[in-house]
Structures are given as structure tokens and as C-alpha cells.
């Protein structure tokens, strides 16, 4: 049995168009893309939380709200990353991170 799986990365996953790696703000920081990919249903060790935060706001405190944070949407083409509250993505694209971010909220 195969999954479909949205890619999130870590800092040191998601490569700069220049080269290097992106600096995350926090250890809990993933970088959310529009990356998908079918992998076996057994890799699939447990379900995770993750937490929709623009830049503007605070993170949640560790203690309370266990589980990863998204800031930045990784755009795994062009090797750059967006804010969450950038307005460049497709209309279909802003659509998933503003419903992402509100349920977040």
C-alpha cells in the first residue's frame, strides 16, 4: 500500500540556489513545500502536529504546544524560501497556506 506525502524540510535539507543551507530560527522549524511523493504506508512511523505561524506572530511556547512550526514555504525549484504571508504563490497555492495558518491560529 503507497501513501501520497507533502514534503516538509528541514533547515538542513532545503539547499540555496547559491549553494549552503537556510538558517531555521528555532529547532522545531520546518519548512513547509507543494512537493509531493509516493512512499510505502509502513514509513510511516506516527502522526506529528505542526503549527502555522507568520513571522509576525509569536511562537507558541514549547511546553504547551508540542510539535513542530512552519514560518517559510520552500520552493523546491527555484531553491528559495517565501513567508508564509507572502502574497506570490498561485491563487490555488495561497489558498492552502492561509487555511494552514488559520487553523493554526
Known amino acids: 500500500m503507497m501513501i501520497l506525502g507533502q514534503w516538509f524540510y528541514r533547515r538542513e535539507e532545503a539547499k540555496k540556489k547559491g549553494g549552503g543551507n537556510w538558517e531555521a530560527n528555532d529547532t522545531r522549524e520546518l519548512f513547509y513545500s507543494f512537493h509531493f511523493d509516493e512512499a510505502p504506508a509502513e514509513s510511516v512511523m506516527h502522526r506529528c ?4 505561524i507568520p513571522a509576525h506572530k509569536q511562537l507558541p511556547k514549547r511546553r504547551d504546544n508540542p510539535g513542530f ?9 527555484e531553491k528559495t524560501l517565501w513567508e508564509l504571508t507572502d502574497k506570490v504563490y498561485e491563487v490555488s497555492k495561497q489558498r ?7 487553523k493554526s491560529m
Not at 512550526?69 to 525549484?77: H, L
Open 49 to 52: 502536529v505542526v503549527y502555522f
Open 69 to 77: 512550526i512552519v514560518r517559510k514555504v520552500y520552493d523546491t525549484d
Open 96 to 102: 492552502e497556506i492561509d487555511l494552514l495558518v488559520e
